[in-house]
Antibody, heavy 116, light 107 residues
Framework: QVQLQESGPGLVKPSETLSLTCIMSGGSMRNYYWTWIRQPSGKRLEWIGYIYNTGTTTYNPSLKSRVTISIDTSKNQFSLELSSVTAADTAVYYC??????????WGQGTLVTVSS | DIQMTQSPSTLSASVGDRVTITCRASQSLSSWLAWYQQKPGKAPKLLIYQASSLESGVPSRFSGSGAGTEFTLTISSLQPDDFATYYCQQYNNYPWTFGQGTKVEIK
C-alpha cells in the first residue's frame, strides 16, 4: 500500500521560500507523476505541478515563476519549493501520486501559514 | 485554463436517496475527468477516473458518466458515510483544474 507523508515548516514569513518534502513508502516511484496540490481554507483544490520519476516537471503557469519540484528516487522522496510567498499561499499542501488516470494516493496534508 | 463548474454547490439529501452531481467544463475534455470525495480534515479520495471508471475498492453505488463538457456523478443510494464534499477534476489540459466542490449534507 503506497503511503505519502509531507513534512516541513508550518509557518513561513512573507517573501521567504516555502519548502516541503514528501516521503513515499510501499511502492515504486517509477512510471508515476509525483504531484503537489494545495487547498486554501474553504476553497477549491489547486494543482501546483508534478514531476515524473525521470525528473521531467510540469508546473501550473500561475505559479511557474516561483515553483520548483525536485525528486530523489534513491530516497523515495520529492520536494516542493515555492519562493516569495505571500498570505495568498497559506493553504493545506498535499503531496500525491498521479497516474494520468486520476490522483490515486494522497498524503494527509500539511497546513502552511504565511505570516510574519 | 479550463474552468470547471459544479452544480449544485450544496445538496441536502436523506439516506437512501439517489444523488446526482453535475460538472461542466469550459472546453471539451474527451473523457479525461475524475471525481473525488473529501471529508473534513482529510485528503481527497479518488472515486471515478476517465469519466466512468470506478476506482478499485470504491462501492458500486458510485457511478460516473458523460463526455466532452458535461459529466455527472451519481450515488444510487446515499449512505451515512457518503456525506462529504465532492470535486471533479479535469486532466485533459495543463494545468489540471478542479471544480468548486459540491457539499452533500444530511436533510
Amino acid at each position: 500500500q503506497v503511503q505519502l507523508q509531507e513534512s516541513g515548516p508550518g509557518l513561513v514569513k512573507p517573501s521567504e521560500t516555502l519548502s516541503l518534502t514528501c516521503i513515499m513508502s510501499g511502492g515504486s516511484m517509477r512510471n508515476y507523476y509525483w504531484t503537489w496540490i494545495r487547498q486554501p481554507s474553504g476553497k477549491r483544490l489547486e494543482w501546483i505541478g508534478y514531476i515524473y520519476n525521470t525528473g521531467t516537471t510540469t508546473y501550473n503557469p500561475s505559479l511557474k515563476s516561483r515553483v520548483t519540484i525536485s525528486i530523489d528516487t534513491s530516497k523515495n522522496q520529492f520536494s516542493l519549493e515555492l519562493s516569495s510567498v505571500t498570505a495568498a499561499d497559506t493553504a493545506v499542501y498535499y503531496c500525491a501520486r498521479d497516474r494520468h488516470a486520476g490522483t490515486d494516493y494522497w498524503g494527509q496534508g500539511t497546513l502552511v501559514t504565511v505570516s510574519s | 485554463d479550463i474552468q470547471m463548474t459544479q452544480s449544485p454547490s450544496t445538496l441536502s439529501a436523506s439516506v437512501g436517496d439517489r444523488v446526482t452531481i453535475t460538472c461542466r467544463a469550459s472546453q471539451s475534455l474527451s473523457s479525461w475527468l475524475a471525481w473525488y470525495q473529501q471529508k473534513p480534515g482529510k485528503a481527497p479520495k479518488l472515486l471515478i477516473y476517465q469519466a466512468s471508471s470506478l476506482e478499485s475498492g470504491v462501492p458500486s453505488r458510485f457511478s460516473g458518466s458523460g463526455a466532452g463538457t458535461e459529466f455527472t456523478l451519481t450515488i444510487s443510494s446515499l449512505q451515512p458515510d457518503d456525506f462529504a464534499t465532492y470535486y471533479c477534476q479535469q486532466y485533459n489540459n495543463y494545468p489540471w483544474t478542479f471544480g468548486q466542490g459540491t457539499k452533500v449534507e444530511i436533510k
